[in-house]
């Protein structure tokens, strides 16, 4: 008993320390600065010359992309370079076509194709060899030929001044994007970049930074930081860096991942902060679906997720070493086919769940039924969803919280993809021209959404009842 109660403050204070989780920002900061070489106090252009000294650069259209040289170390380090360099391409290409038309982009999306095979064409050992021993412009690391440098110039001239989108602009449109390939990298470059000003570290020093996988900033220059790695749910302690592969549930989880940031900062440059939310996250999702096949990302609906942790199993003939299966995704109903159809199946059971919940018959039409976190409870909501300046369903109870975003995020996206296959109601190619218009309308005026959609379409995009005629009640009646 007395060895227990000498043994006891001991363990108690063992078992403070493994659930302190108090990020130590100001350490983090100080192991970036020491591997960039980095003394005296720190200031805006130390940055920028770290990234000159320690990293590699790209441009690809309207995006400058950085990304630390060290780490690409082999196989997987290079297919993790190219997925994001080729996702940053594609998704200004498909906007690109969706915006400016392809006969008008047929140089360039001539140049992509050609960025794109070169990119496919790096050899591991060469790529490797040259990163540890070089640093500047990516094309003069690896010796890109005269080719790539013409289709980099196509694609920086048409994308940066907005001709690609069929828009013009008074001075090429730019942001950088810095890839952190690993949550060391993340968190020491973010954590960096919070003591140079206090509005970095109000944005950047944030509780929440271990979990988050990218942020904006403006100083020293306008950037967005994006993790190529998710945090792992199983940090406990001082552990603030263990990741999870984000191709460990999706195939394609790091494409994904890359196209909806570049969408974001798409938005933000040619859109601006005032376009219209629920538009512009259908569009995200659309682009995401056009260059991925899917899209079953977290960055809208419910971000929480829900599976359960990865179990281990003996299997033989396995490693000996052992190893883990993949936890089970328990997602909602409305991402069981990850988009793959713009998610029309789970709207449809939806939509026929809803009906069956719902006693009077004028009622049914746009009827959705919801659950609770624990499914035990059911709710229906009724469309039309469009009409708030957002997009929203109705304020709910808490627990139906989830499972309404989680709707709202494969309404919006089906919707999005219906008008721009469908709005125009005559052929494919007249519903493109005529989402394109719209994109061109909300561009110049962002708060012209619903007098656009009566002069492009002839109705406007909702009313507060499925009653009267409008773009919304026309999606449904389609569902």
Same mark, same amino acid.
């Not at 406007?460 to 919304?472: A, I, N, V």
């Given at each position: 008993?007395?060895?227990?109660?000498?043994?006891?403050?001991?363990?108690?204070?063992?078992?403070? #320390?493994?659930?302190?989780?108090?990020? @130590?920002?100001?350490?983090?900061?100080?192991?970036? #600065?020491?591997?960039?070489?980095?003394?005296?106090? @720190?200031?805006?252009?130390?940055?920028?010359?770290?990234?000159?000294?320690?990293? &590699?650069?790209?441009?690809?259209?309207?995006?400058?992309?950085? =990304?630390?040289?060290?780490?690409?170390n082999?196989?997987?380090a290079?297919?993790k370079?190219?997925?994001?360099?080729?996702g940053?391409?594609?998704?200004?290409?498909?906007?690109?076509?969706?915006?400016?038309?392809?006969?008008?982009?047929?140089?360039?999306?001539?140049?992509? &194709?050609?960025?794109?095979?070169?990119?496919?064409?790096? *050899?591991?050992?060469?790529?490797?060899?040259?990163?540890?021993?070089?640093?500047?412009?990516?094309?003069?690391v690896?010796?890109?030929?005269?080719?790539?440098?013409?289709?980099?110039?196509?694609?920086?001239?048409?994308?940066s001044?907005?001709?690609? =989108?069929?828009?013009?602009?008074?001075?090429p449109?730019?942001?950088?994007?810095v890839?952190?390939?690993?949550?060391?990298?993340?968190?020491?470059?973010?954590?960096?970049?919070?003591?140079?000003?206090?509005?970095?570290?109000?944005?950047?020093?944030?509780?929440?930074?271990?979990?988050?996988?990218?942020?904006h900033?403006?100083?020293?220059f306008?950037?967005?930081?994006?993790?190529?790695? =998710?945090?792992?749910?199983?940090?406990v302690?001082?552990?603030?860096?263990?990741?999870?592969?984000?191709?460990?549930?999706?195939?394609?989880?790091l494409?994904?991942?890359?196209v909806?940031?570049?969408?974001?900062?798409?938005?933000?440059?040619w859109?601006?902060e005032?376009?219209?939310?629920s538009?512009?996250?259908?569009?995200?999702?659309?682009?995401?679906?056009?260059?991925?096949?899917?899209?079953?990302?977290?960055?809208?609906?419910?971000?929480?997720?829900?599976?359960?942790?990865?179990?281990?199993?003996?299997?033989p003939g396995?490693?000996?070493?052992?190893?883990?299966f993949?936890?089970?995704?328990?997602d909602?109903?409305?991402?069981?086919t990850?988009?793959?159809?713009w998610f &029309?199946?789970?709207?449809?059971?939806?939509?026929?769940?809803?009906?069956?919940?719902?006693?009077?018959?004028?009622?049914?039409?746009?009827?959705?039924?919801?659950?609770?976190?624990?499914?035990?409870?059911?709710?229906?909501?009724?469309?039309?969803?469009?009409?708030?300046?957002?997009?929203?369903?109705?304020?709910l109870?808490?627990?139906f919280?989830?499972?309404?975003?989680?709707?709202?995020?494969? =309404?919006?996206?089906?919707? &999005?993809h219906?008008?721009?296959?469908?709005?125009?109601? *005559?052929t494919?190619?007249?519903?493109?021209?005529?989402?394109?218009?719209?994109?061109?309308?909300?561009?110049? *005026?962002?708060?012209s959404?619903?007098?656009?959609?009566?002069?492009?379409?002839?109705?406007?995009?909702?009313?507060?009842?499925?009653?009267e005629?409008?773009?919304?009640?026309r999606?449904l009646?389609?569902?």
């Amino acid at each position: 008993m007395r060895l227990l109660t000498c043994l006891l403050p001991a363990i108690l204070a063992t078992s403070a #320390a493994t659930q302190d989780r108090t990020i @130590p920002f100001k350490k983090f900061a100080q192991d970036f #600065a020491a591997k960039h070489g980095i003394s005296g106090a @720190p200031e805006s252009s130390q940055f920028s010359k770290a990234l000159e000294t320690k990293w &590699v650069r790209l441009t690809i259209g309207g995006f400058t992309v950085r =990304y630390p040289a060290a780490t690409v170390n082999g196989k997987a380090a290079m297919e993790k370079l190219q997925e994001a360099l080729q996702g940053v391409l594609d998704t200004q290409l498909v906007m690109a076509e969706w915006m400016g038309g392809k006969e008008k982009n047929k140089a360039l999306l001539k140049a992509g &194709v050609t960025f794109g095979k070169w990119i496919k064409s790096w *050899k591991q050992r060469e790529v490797t060899k040259s990163m540890q021993s070089g640093v500047g412009d990516l094309l003069d690391v690896l010796e890109a030929p005269e080719a790539v440098h013409k289709a980099i110039k196509t694609l920086q001239e048409d994308l940066s001044n907005g001709k690609a =989108y069929g828009l013009t602009a008074d001075k090429p449109r730019s942001e950088q994007i810095v890839f952190c390939p690993t949550r060391q990298v993340f968190l020491e470059t973010a954590c960096f970049l919070g003591t140079l000003s206090e509005e970095n570290k109000d944005a950047l020093w944030q509780n929440n930074l271990t979990t988050q996988c990218q942020s904006h900033i403006q100083d020293p220059f306008e950037m967005q930081i994006i993790a190529l790695e =998710y945090a792992s749910p199983k940090q406990v302690g001082r552990d603030f860096t263990s990741s999870i592969d984000m191709n460990s549930r999706e195939k394609n989880g790091l494409l994904q991942h890359v196209v909806h940031t570049t969408m974001n900062a798409i938005i933000r440059i040619w859109f601006g902060e005032e376009a219209p939310r629920s538009l512009m996250v259908g569009l995200t999702m659309n682009v995401t679906i056009a260059v991925c096949g899917e899209d079953n990302t977290r960055a809208d609906g419910d971000e929480r997720g829900k599976s359960v942790g990865a179990r281990v199993a003996f299997v033989p003939g396995g490693r000996s070493e052992g190893g883990l299966f993949a936890g089970a995704n328990l997602d909602s109903m409305w991402r069981s086919t990850k988009g793959r159809d713009w998610f &029309v199946r789970p709207l449809k059971r939806g939509l026929k769940s809803g009906a069956k919940k719902t006693r009077k018959k004028k009622q049914k039409f746009g009827a959705f039924l919801i659950h609770s976190d624990n499914q035990s409870e059911w709710k229906v909501v009724h469309a039309p969803f469009l009409s708030a300046p957002t997009g929203d369903v109705p304020t709910l109870p808490a627990q139906f919280t989830g499972d309404s975003k989680e709707l709202l995020r494969a =309404y919006t996206c089906c919707f &999005v993809h219906w008008l721009r296959d469908k709005g125009m109601g *005559k052929t494919k190619k007249a519903s493109n021209a005529g989402f394109a218009a719209l994109l061109h309308a909300i561009q110049a *005026k962002p708060d012209s959404l619903e007098t656009s959609c009566q002069e492009i379409y002839g109705v406007g995009l909702s009313r507060g009842s499925l009653d009267e005629d409008s773009l919304e009640r026309r999606f449904l009646k389609k569902l």
